[in-house]
């Protein structure tokens, strides 16, 4: 049975794979696994029918027979899990690319994500400046923290895993900021991420939707 998942119709990304729907089709495509994506709009996705399905009304949902799942980590892990390819088969290898996966979801992405909300929704607060002045010291610290760890490997432990597809996407989000740019190891790890032929199937896809959208009116 194909899994299907939940996509923006129209993202605010502009078709940049920033939308979290993204690190799900990556790995899909990492693990060779055909998918159907339904299309929602914000307003479908506060309706009873997806609401079932994620009871935050968000994107991406995950269904295929009788499991439906929320939470962009959940989705990956489950993935990860079911196919070869995204997971060590070693226990405690396989464990730490896990530790990975939470790390890039509960330490990076919330300081990134604050940053990111703080300069869309605050900006004409008085003490905006202020505010995000500290969130851009909390993203540096935690930039500078995973520099330093990942030094001059390729990925974080050992091979290519789920914790480095969910890192990059996550650092993906700094896009445009420059402050990835100011650790040359991180940037060169994110250009590996994308360089890969899964991850550019990926991005075309979400591409082509965003595309499709627009060409529409
Ligand atoms: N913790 C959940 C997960 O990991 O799945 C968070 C899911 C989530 O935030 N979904 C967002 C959503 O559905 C889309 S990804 N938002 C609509 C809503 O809450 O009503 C977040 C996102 C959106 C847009 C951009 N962008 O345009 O750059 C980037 C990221």
């Known amino acids: 049975m194909i899994p299907t998942i939940t996509s923006f119709e129209k993202s605010p990304d502009r078709g940049q794979g920033l939308a979290r729907d993204m690190r799900v089709r990556w790995a899909f495509e990492e693990v060779g696994q055909q998918y159907d994506v339904r299309l929602v709009s914000f307003q479908q996705m506060k309706e009873p029918a997806h609401l079932d399905l994620h009871p935050f009304g968000q994107i ?58 703080g300069m869309y929704f605050d900006r004409d607060k008085r003490w905006h400046q202020e505010r995000l ?10 930039l500078s923290e995973l520099s330093r760890r990942l030094g001059d490997n390729d990925w974080l432990d050992g091979e ?48 082509a939707v965003f595309t499709a959208a627009t060409s529409k009116g």
Do not use: C
């Open 133 to 142: 002045a500290m969130l851009n010291d909390r993203v540096r610290a935690r």
């Open 160 to 207: 290519f895993s789920a914790g480095d597809l969910l890192m990059v996407t996550v650092l993906r989000r700094l896009d445009g900021s420059g402050e990835v740019e100011k650790y040359p190891n991180l940037a060169a790890y994110v250009a590996r991420g994308e360089a890969r032929p899964a991850y550019q199937r990926a991005f075309a896809d979400q591409l």
């Open 60 to 117: 991406p949902t995950y269904e295929e027979g009788d499991l439906t799942l929320f939470e962009s980590g959940a989705i990956v892990l489950h993935i990860a899990q079911r196919h070869a390819g995204l997971l060590p088969k070693d226990a405690n290898a396989r464990a730490r690319a896990i530790s990975w996966m939470f790390a890039a979801l509960n330490t990076v992405e919330p300081p990134i994500v604050e940053r990111e909300m």
